[in-house]
Protein backbone atom coordinates (compact mmCIF):
# COMPACT_ATOMS: atom_id res chain seq x y z
CA UNK A 1 0.00 0.00 0.00
CA UNK A 2 1.65 3.57 -1.49
CA UNK A 3 2.42 5.67 2.18
CA UNK A 4 -0.39 8.69 2.05
CA UNK A 5 0.49 12.22 1.11
CA UNK A 6 -0.01 15.69 3.13
CA UNK A 7 -2.98 15.97 0.64
CA UNK A 8 -4.10 12.85 2.02
CA UNK A 9 -3.82 13.40 5.72
CA UNK A 10 -5.29 16.79 5.32
CA UNK A 11 -8.32 15.34 3.78
CA UNK A 12 -9.01 12.52 6.66
CA UNK A 13 -7.96 15.27 9.64
CA UNK A 14 -10.52 17.78 8.10
CA UNK A 15 -12.87 14.12 7.63
CA UNK A 16 -12.53 13.81 11.28
CA UNK A 17 -13.03 17.50 12.17
CA UNK A 18 -16.14 17.92 10.58
CA UNK A 19 -17.76 14.37 10.74
CA UNK A 20 -16.78 14.58 14.42
CA UNK A 21 -18.19 18.07 14.55
CA UNK A 22 -21.60 16.91 12.56
CA UNK A 23 -22.09 13.79 14.48
CA UNK A 24 -22.16 15.38 18.28
CA UNK A 25 -24.55 18.56 16.96
CA UNK A 26 -27.39 15.85 15.69
CA UNK A 27 -27.55 13.45 17.95
CA UNK A 28 -27.12 16.05 21.18
CA UNK A 29 -25.03 13.64 22.58
CA UNK A 30 -24.19 15.04 26.51
CA UNK A 31 -22.66 11.88 28.35
CA UNK A 32 -18.46 11.13 28.13
CA UNK A 33 -18.85 7.72 26.56
CA UNK A 34 -21.43 8.83 23.76
CA UNK A 35 -18.66 12.01 23.36
CA UNK A 36 -16.05 9.37 22.96
CA UNK A 37 -18.13 6.84 20.89
CA UNK A 38 -18.28 9.67 18.38
CA UNK A 39 -15.05 10.82 17.89
CA UNK A 40 -14.37 7.18 17.91
CA UNK A 41 -16.73 7.34 14.63
CA UNK A 42 -15.08 10.08 13.54
CA UNK A 43 -11.72 9.35 13.79
CA UNK A 44 -12.29 5.72 12.03
CA UNK A 45 -14.00 7.72 9.22
CA UNK A 46 -11.17 10.00 8.59
CA UNK A 47 -8.70 6.81 8.53
CA UNK A 48 -11.15 5.12 5.81
CA UNK A 49 -11.18 8.58 3.89
CA UNK A 50 -7.33 9.03 4.05
CA UNK A 51 -6.90 4.85 3.15
CA UNK A 52 -9.38 5.48 0.52
CA UNK A 53 -7.40 8.40 -1.29
CA UNK A 54 -4.15 6.38 -0.27
CA UNK A 55 -5.14 3.34 -2.65
CA UNK A 56 -7.11 5.06 -5.62
CA UNK A 57 -4.72 8.14 -6.06
CA UNK A 58 -3.03 6.15 -8.95
CA UNK A 59 -6.15 4.57 -11.01
CA UNK A 60 -8.33 7.24 -11.97
CA UNK A 61 -10.87 5.59 -9.41
CA UNK A 62 -14.68 6.14 -10.77
CA UNK A 63 -13.56 6.47 -14.31
CA UNK A 64 -14.04 2.70 -15.57
CA UNK A 65 -15.16 -0.84 -15.01
CA UNK A 66 -11.36 -2.04 -14.01
CA UNK A 67 -10.50 -3.88 -10.51
CA UNK A 68 -8.63 -1.08 -9.34
CA UNK A 69 -5.32 -2.10 -10.52
CA UNK A 70 -1.98 -0.05 -12.48
CA UNK A 71 -0.35 -1.54 -14.55
CA UNK A 72 2.62 -0.74 -15.77
CA UNK A 73 3.21 0.38 -19.46
CA UNK A 74 5.32 -2.05 -21.34
CA UNK A 75 8.78 -0.43 -21.31
CA UNK A 76 9.74 1.20 -24.78
CA UNK A 77 11.84 -0.75 -27.23
CA UNK A 78 14.74 1.25 -29.72
CA UNK A 79 16.22 -0.25 -32.25
CA UNK A 80 20.39 0.11 -31.76
CA UNK A 81 22.69 -0.69 -34.19
CA UNK A 82 24.78 -4.07 -33.77
CA UNK A 83 28.23 -2.04 -34.78
CA UNK A 84 27.11 0.30 -31.38
CA UNK A 85 26.70 -2.89 -29.34
CA UNK A 86 29.91 -4.72 -30.72
CA UNK A 87 31.37 -1.84 -30.32
CA UNK A 88 30.41 -0.71 -26.30
CA UNK A 89 31.44 -4.79 -25.54
CA UNK A 90 34.68 -4.75 -26.99
CA UNK A 91 35.44 -1.28 -25.30
CA UNK A 92 33.81 -2.89 -22.01
CA UNK A 93 36.36 -6.23 -22.62
CA UNK A 94 39.15 -3.94 -22.62
CA UNK A 95 38.87 -1.85 -19.58
CA UNK A 96 40.51 -3.27 -16.80
CA UNK A 97 38.51 -4.65 -13.84
CA UNK A 98 38.16 -3.26 -10.40
CA UNK A 99 36.73 -6.41 -9.03
CA UNK A 100 39.44 -9.31 -8.09
Known amino acids: MPRPTPAHIAYGSLTVVLATLVLLLATGARSGAAVAGLAAAGL???LGVAVALA???GSGSGSGSGS???TAAAPATAAVPRARVADRAQAAAREPSLRR
Do not use: P
Open 44 to 46: ALG
Open 55 to 57: RGS
Open 68 to 70: GRV
